[in-house]
């Protein structure tokens, strides 16, 4: 099993990404991911992104340059999160999911499937929809 490997970026510069101990996925050397947090084998966590304690990243899922992920935050398969956003901890993004860059995502608020976050959007509490609406219901 490969513990790094070696990735040219668009700009020529080779980026160095190691495994993570907890679920194997990819995590770029110029990022930080507590031990505690699980990241999906097929994950990746690109440089200056932080991923808090006990949070979960799911298989095929993109965290971009300088994004921090707080503490207990759950990360469905195949989202992709902006460069530059903020996901405020205990929140919970389904999978398919597609947050923009410097989205702020406050604490708690759930995400439902393929659920689309324009750049630039402050999402408050709640629960949001796959249209972009508001439920103040539990989400299923």
Do not use: C
């Amino acid at each position: 099993m490969r513990k790094n490997i070696d990735v040219e970026v668009d700009t020529g510069v080779i980026e160095k990404y190691r495994r993570h101990p907890n679920g194997n996925g990819w995590v770029s050397g110029k990022s930080s991911v507590q031990p505690s947090a699980f990241i999906s084998e097929s994950a990746y966590i690109e440089s200056g992104a932080r991923v808090g304690r006990e949070s979960w990243v799911g298989p095929g899922s993109w965290i971009d340059h300088d994004v921090v992920v707080g503490d207990k935050v759950f990360i469905g398969q195949n989202v992709h999160i902006g460069e530059g956003s903020l996901v405020a901890g205990g929140a919970h993004l389904g999978s398919h999911v597609r947050i923009g860059r410097n989205v702020r995502i406050a604490a708690g608020v759930r995400l439902d499937r393929d659920t689309r976050v324009p750049d630039g959007t402050d999402v408050a509490a709640g629960n949001v929809g796959a249209d972009g609406r508001r439920s103040h219901g539990l989400a299923a």
